[in-house]
């Protein structure tokens, strides 16, 4: 099975886990903005098909051969720039509220840190599902481009729209000017509840100007820095992102922030020098050590190149590749660690085994790709704080206070029990 099936896929209605606050006014001087977790299906989770919106974010196949079998079928054709951008949704994301224009209207947007742009839909796309898209023919202050976009998928999918000009407001900060993509059409594939994708990475990725980086050169922020604290399914996945700061309040107490150079300002490239799983090191030689990894919000999984994925799966007892996809024993203990700048972060087992499979088996959390680095997902962020530092181009992280990730019933158990039966894929 090729990973065109994502195109086909119709979608129900994603669920919103949470109401959506509108963001608190600021009493510590941080612009706050509440996230909540959406998903599709009714809550039931599908890994296989957050793994491949993630391959078609970042234009991968599942592993080399398949890459080098299916050539350029894969990979996006896309015009805007940079094959490296996507508008594809994810289908479980953490998303706030934002306000575009004026008068505002509010949409839904994931805060995705792996792509640069501001993608918005339309009252005019007649085939986008977002349940409050923008129109901006009610918007005063929008200006239109006179650029259209487009991006094709190798899959056959595609979005198109034009690009424009208004006012963006997160909480209490606007910013006049920002640069939008207004989504037209697209195909099927991409709908979801979701209005948009608010991209954080840089905007080098893609040529543009991020909502942030607006904000630091119009100084708007303090500091040119944005953290995540991602919730879990057990505390309802709420979260929060702080513009402009960081909360150690989140932090478990007596851990300070761990920084780690950008290496390549385009997305959030970091050097991950060494992996654990149970207290087993990655002996030098099973992969490129160190190793490139993306800091991702807006992937679910750890998706890594093959040889490492296989190492990982190795210190798993009973964990198998059954068709192409990797799964692990739903229960276990075997934590993993990523060790940034000497410090150990880690990820414990029930993050790690994801939703029924069948034999006491769950589809895992890490899976492979055609690539040669490591894109580090929620299922890592949601256990760690992470500190976005545009201005010094460095990411920092933080084990999370352990009363904030404490987990009943278990996430893993949730998902297993959402599940239900073997994937008819699979
Ligand atoms: C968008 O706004 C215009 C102007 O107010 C209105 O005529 C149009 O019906 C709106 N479109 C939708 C889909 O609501
Ligand atoms: C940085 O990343 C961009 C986009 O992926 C790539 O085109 C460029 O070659 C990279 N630069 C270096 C020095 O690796
Ligand atoms: C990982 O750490 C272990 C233990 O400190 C060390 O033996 C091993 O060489 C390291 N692996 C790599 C790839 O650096």
Redesign the pocket.
């Known amino acids: 099975m090729r990973i065109t099936t994502v195109a086909s896929i119709t979608l129900a209605t994603a669920v919103a886990i949470v109401a959506n606050a509108d963001s608190a006014t600021p009493s510590d001087g941080l612009l706050r903005i509440p996230i909540s977790r959406s998903e599709s299906f009714h809550g039931t989770p599908n890994s296989r098909r957050l793994w491949y919106s993630t391959l078609r974010k970042y234009g991968l196949s599942r592993t080399k051969s398949e890459m080098e079998s299916e050539a350029i079928s894969t990979m996006p054709l896309g015009d805007v720039g940079s094959d490296k951008e996507a508008t594809s949704q994810p289908f479980q994301q953490y998303y706030g509220l934002v306000k575009i224009g004026t008068p505002p209207q509010t949409v839904k947007m994931q805060f995705d840190t792996g792509s640069s742009r501001f993608v918005v839909s339309t009252?005019e796309c007649a085939i986008c599902t977002g349940s409050t898209s923008f129109?901006r023919?009610?918007s005063s202050t929008f200006r239109p481009g006179v650029m259209p976009w487009k991006i094709h998928y190798g899959d056959g999918s595609f979005a198109e729209g034009i690009v424009g000009e208004d006012k963006v407001t997160l909480g209490t900060i606007s910013v006049e000017s920002q640069q939008l993509n207004l989504v037209l059409s697209e195909s099927a594939g991409f709908d979801d509840d979701i209005d948009g994708v608010l991209g954080l990475s840089f905007g080098a990725l893609s040529g543009s100007t991020t909502v942030f980086e607006n904000m630091m050169n119009k100084d708007l922020v303090d500091k040119g820095i944005f953290s995540f604290f991602l919730g879990k399914r057990s505390i309802n996945g709420g979260g929060e992102v702080i513009f402009g700061g960081m909360d150690m309040e989140r932090v478990e107490p007596g851990n300070e922030i761990t920084y780690t150079p950008v290496t390549n300002a385009t997305h959030w490239n970091i050097d991950v020098q060494n992996f654990s799983v149970n207290g087993v090191s990655l002996s030098t030689g099973t992969t490129t050590s160190p190793l490139r990894s993306i800091v991702d919000t807006g992937t679910t999984l750890l998706v890594g190149p093959e040889n490492w994925v296989t190492w990982y799966h190795s210190q798993i007892k009973r964990s198998r590749k059954f068709r192409k996809t990797w799964v692990v024993p739903c229960k276990g203990t075997s934590s993993l660690g990523v060790v940034v700048e000497g410090k150990t972060f880690s990820v414990p087992y029930e993050d790690l085994a994801r939703e029924y499979i069948g034999f006491g088996l769950c589809f895992s959390a890490v899976q492979s790709s055609s690539a040669d680095y490591l894109i580090l997902g929620d299922v890592f962020l949601k256990n760690n704080y992470v500190v976005f530092d545009q201005a010094e181009k460095r990411v920092g992280f933080a084990p999370l206070k352990a009363e904030t990730k404490r987990v009943t019933p278990t996430d893993s158990e949730d998902e297993v029990m959402a599940s239900g039966r073997m994937q008819e894929e699979l």
Do not use: C, S, Y
Request: hydrophobic letters at 0%; zero cysteines; charged letters at 0%.
């Open positions: 009252t129109n023919t009610q």
